[in-house]
């Protein structure tokens, strides 16, 4: 049972790990979505190799294009994600994982399995917004749609 107290304190340890990832320097937000996408999409990519990253450049290309026709206060929320994600003490601290670019897919993957099965809302919403994110810049871009036997949108005559 959550009681008031145990409530406050995860509320409050929310807005201190959000404000502490807000103060990251900008950093390569490329590198990071990178790093998610490759463990979230693994099965659907290409093996390693040149095509695998064309499609994760497309993938993370992707997730730019979905956050931007979000509203700017979701914009804002994801910004304090990426955030968190960015920052190396807190990424440390609620991921689990080392710099992005020197973090395996296996670790990537178990820091999301974790953050999904979490018991932190936060957490729980975190991995959503990444996972959908994700999702969003792979299958919105029509080359993708084959591999899951979807023809494309209706025409309208």
């Known amino acids: ?54 499609a994760l450049a497309q993938a993370v290309q992707g997730v730019q ?21 960015e920052f190396p003490l807190t990424r440390r601290f609620v991921a689990g994982v080392g710099p992005w670019n020197q973090t395996s897919t296996s670790d990537v993957a178990g820091f999301l399995q974790r953050w999904r099965t979490s018991n932190a809302p936060l957490l729980r919403s975190g991995y959503q917004a990444l996972h959908q994110l ?15 036997g979807y023809p494309g949108p209706p025409r309208i005559a």
């Open 1 to 54: 049972m959550i009681t008031r107290g145990k409530l406050l304190k995860t509320g409050a340890g929310g807005a201190l790990l959000l404000a502490l990832g807000g103060c990251a320097a900008p950093a390569d937000r490329g590198t990071m979505l990178h790093a998610v996408a490759n463990a979230i999409l693994d099965g659907a990519l290409p093996p390693a190799g040149a095509a695998r990253e064309a």
């Open 65 to 85: 294009v979905a956050i931007a026709g979000l509203p700017p206060a979701v914009q804002g929320e994801i910004g304090q994600l990426f955030g968190l994600l």
């Open 134 to 148: 994700v999702y969003a810049g792979w299958y919105g871009a029509s080359d993708t749609w084959t591999a899951i």
